[in-house]
């Protein structure tokens, strides 16, 4: 009877050692640092074609010994292979790393395209979007006025540029023209006889007409008008 005691002990031992919480949390603290694809980057959103792009992929955790491979594909939004924008078929993430940096051409292109850059691991995809458009685009951006109001004046711009005439709600003359990207474009109006400035809607980029900076490849509209006195 003693000796069928010890064994059974042993066994049960044995089970308990099987179950032992501490093995449990090592497994699962295994399964917790293996990586995954976590995200696609890139340094620029949009560019001139032509012009160069630096891509990152990040990990969820760091690469194991051997790297990490991360599959790369180019696609427009419908989905075709992209001809404006290419990348390598493939990057790794070294081992210990987290991230790894793969080049992206971009070709020039008459019209805005936008790229979808892929990267594809272990069942997981994600992406980022460039969108590549002509040199001249990439380097200017627009700025125009609105007109408004039952009056009459003009507004001007420094550095020259802008000469629009309002006259009851309605522009003549230059009421908008491109600036190079960077530019701080200050607005100036003056009110003819029988009118005043009735002031400028608040729009997007046209916060403060006193002080309006250019984005490259994007337009600002600035509405404002003049009222009889």
Do not use: H
């Amino acid at each position: 009877m003693k000796s069928i005691r010890v064994a059974l002990i042993g066994v049960l031992g044995v089970a308990a050692a099987m179950l032992a919480p501490g093995t449990a949390m090592a497994s699962g603290s295994a399964a917790a640092t293996a990586p995954a694809l976590s995200t696609v980057s890139l340094s620029a959103t949009t560019v001139g074609g032509g012009t160069p792009v630096t891509g990152t992929v990040r990990l969820t955790a760091a690469a194991p010994a051997g790297g990490f491979l991360v599959g790369l594909s180019a696609s427009n939004l419908s989905g075709v292979a992209a001809v404006v924008a290419t990348v390598p078929a493939s990057v790794t993430v070294p081992a210990g790393a987290l991230t790894a940096t793969f080049p992206v051409a971009t070709f020039t292109s008459p019209t805005p395209e936008s790229v979808m850059i892929t990267g594809t691991a272990g069942g997981v995809s994600t992406y980022a979007i460039v969108t590549v458009v002509s040199a001249s685009s990439a380097a200017n951006g627009f700025l125009q006025i609105l007109p408004a109001g039952n009056g009459s004046g003009i507004v001007t711009s420094q550095p020259a540029g802008i000469n629009c005439v309002i006259t009851l709600g309605t522009g003549a003359g230059t009421c908008g023209t491109f600036f190079p990207a960077g530019t701080v474009v200050r607005l100036v109006t003056a009110a003819r006889a029988g009118s005043k400035f009735a002031g400028w809607r608040g729009t997007p980029g046209c916060g403060d007409p006193s002080r309006i900076t250019i984005s490259a490849n994007s337009t600002i509209t600035c509405q404002g008008g003049f009222v009889t006195t």
